[in-house]
Structure formats: C-alpha cells, structure tokens
C-alpha cells in the first residue's frame, strides 16, 4: 500500500557525496521497515543498507559500511540514504523499497522507481 519515490541521484566525481531520499505517501514509512537497493546493468540487485522498524537496527552491506549512512524523518515521512566517499562501482540505480522485516533478497512489498547514481570522472 505504501508507494515510494526516490530522489537525490545525479552524477558525482570519486570521493563526492550525495544524499538520496525516499519519500512514502500511503502509510506511515515508521511501520515499515526500509531498505536501500542498487543494480548495476548485468548485476544482481544488491541491499546496500536498511533500517528496522522503530530504527532498533540500521544494516550495512559491507562494501558501504562506514561510507553510508540511512536514516529516517518521520515528520515527512521520508528515509534518507547519506552517501559519502562514492566509489566509481557505487554506480547503479539505487532503489528504496519497503517491507516488514530487513531482508537481504529484493522480495520487499513495495519500491521506488529508482534514482540513478553515477560515480565517474
């Protein structure tokens, strides 16, 4: 029931940053759980982070840790993804995606229709 939209991609040299946010309308983003996709052309769909309801967990695949970082604003209903020190293999459409629990699999109820995130000189 919950739709999402992502923004906040764009093009950035090595070592730049940008803030990516998904922004839920149709429930309350709080009840769910969010996590933080990305696919490269000819690459599986990778979790790159997510955030466990009422924010008891935040999870961090580990080619990100320490680089991202997710958070939510519950008075806009909108969770953010702070990405810092990209990497040129950060590239891919980077999606949000909401479900109950934190799963590793791309099996999550809802999506965004994703944001492209280039990482290049």
């Known amino acids: 029931q919950v739709q999402l939209v992502e923004s906040g991609g764009g093009l950035v040299q090595p070592g730049g940053s940008l803030r990516l946010s998904c922004a839920a309308s149709?429930?309350?983003?709080?009840?769910?759980?969010v996590a933080w996709f990305r696919q490269a052309p000819g690459k599986e769909r990778e979790r790159v982070s997510c955030?466990?309801?009422?924010?008891?967990?935040?999870l961090y695949a580990n080619s990100v840790k320490g680089r991202f970082t997710i958070s939510r604003d519950s008075a806009k209903n909108t969770v953010y993804l702070q990405m810092n020190a990209l990497k040129p293999e950060d590239t891919a459409v980077y999606y949000c995606?909401?479900?109950?629990?934190?799963?590793?699999?791309?099996?999550?109820?809802?999506w965004g229709q994703g944001t492209q995130v280039t990482v290049s000189t």
């Open positions: 149709g429930d309350t983003l709080d009840r769910h759980a």
């Open positions: 955030i466990t309801v009422s924010d008891e967990n935040t």
């Open positions: 995606a909401a479900d109950f629990f934190c799963s590793l699999a791309p099996d999550f109820h809802s």
